[in-house]
């Protein structure tokens, strides 16, 4: 049965602009014409906070005591610690190719679930495996149950930067994955940790799948694809990385070869320079992030109301090119 492709964004290195970069690319392919569902899975739920009004937040997170509409990822899955099932998403309109499952800081309270889930899927019995199949792939579900709903070409989740349960049931119903890196040694020493992870939970998911021989419902393949990485926020001098990073920068795609690819290929564009697994290196625009996050808008939306005057207004045009050119060199590789 086919299914909407997802690409999830995912690292093991906070604070290098990871859901930043997710929010941009969610509005940069709504743009250029694709319907976009945008999945929050990290229990921070800073996503969220970047697509929606506090006014709006407070609907979804503080609903009326007699609502039962699943307006968020945890309230969509929450019935399966019990005896229900999953619950059809209330989905939020960004825009008219745009739409959102909201994140919610109780999913962090899912994670014991999914554990137990985890090691329940490789029981011998297998009238006693449906339950933790449906833990272990409900935001798959719940994502393409959103991405049914509004026709979308495309899903893109954003993950918290660990090595847990709710990541690993994530990366599962994961077909692509773009790791956003900053060139920094913490991110090198994350990018060694994810290679492995990744696969070893792609071997582990396909002992699952083949543990089930006949499954009841659809699963994931856990394809787990790499894209490639974009290098985020490096501050720029005389156009090019200031010499602290510089060292970091060159070490980056050796490692990303040993520990990401491990021998499999990635497909080139013809527009490939340098390193053929950096997507992009994405420059740090400074005022217009936080400018941007305050009307709730991507940096490349913003207009001379929002305060982007001057040399705002060329900034705001080279972030439209920036996230034109990665979205499209995206696309190309996923085949979007």
């Not at 604070?15 to 997710?22: A, E, F, I, Q, R």
């Not at 137990?116 to 719940?142: C, D, H, I, K």
């Not at 996050?293 to 001379?304: A, C, D, G, V």
Request: net charge neutral; charged share 20%.
């Amino acid at each position: 049965m086919p299914h909407t492709p997802v690409l999830t964004f995912f690292n093991n290195k906070g604070g290098v602009g990871k859901t930043s970069l997710v929010f941009h690319l969610a509005w940069m392919f709504a743009e250029m014409g694709k319907r976009v569902v945008t999945v929050d899975l990290d229990p921070q739920a800073n996503l969220t906070s970047a697509f929606l009004s506090e006014e709006v937040l407070e609907t979804i997170w503080d609903p009326p005591a007699d609502s039962v509409d699943a307006t968020t990822i945890y309230k969509c899955v929450q019935p399966l610690t019990k005896v229900g099932d999953i619950k059809d998403p209330v989905t939020q309109r960004i825009s008219s190719n745009l739409f959102l499952v909201p994140g919610d800081l109780a999913l962090a309270g899912f994670e014991d679930q999914l554990s137990s889930a985890w090691t329940e899927a490789m029981g011998s019995n297998q009238e006693n495996l449906y339950r933790p199949f449906r833990l272990l792939t409900a935001f798959w579900q719940v994502a393409q149950l959103a991405a049914k709903k509004h026709d979308a070409d495309i899903i893109l989740a954003d993950v918290g930067p660990n090595l847990g349960a709710i990541n690993r049931s994530a990366l599962i119903g994961t077909d692509h994955v773009v790791i956003p890196l900053a060139a920094d040694l913490f991110s090198l020493q994350g990018l060694r940790n994810l290679g492995p992870t990744l696969s070893g939970w792609r071997h582990d998911w396909n002992k699952r799948l083949d543990n089930w021989g006949t499954p009841d419902f659809p699963l994931p393949r856990g394809l787990m694809q790499p894209v490639g990485y974009v290098l985020l926020q490096h501050m720029e001098r005389m156009s090019r990385p200031v010499r602290a990073y510089e060292k970091w920068v060159k070490r980056i795609p050796t490692t990303y070869r040993e520990t990401i690819l491990r021998g499999q290929p990635v497909t080139n564009s013809p527009l490939d320079t340098e390193d053929p697994n950096c997507l992009a290196r994405l420059k740090h625009y400074r005022s217009l992030a936080p400018m941007a996050q305050e009307n709730l808008k991507p940096i490349f939306h913003l207009t001379s109301a929002d305060g982007a005057i001057g040399s705002h207004s060329q900034a705001v045009r080279d972030a439209w090119n920036d996230f034109n050119r990665l979205a499209s060199k995206i696309a190309f590789r996923i085949s979007l």
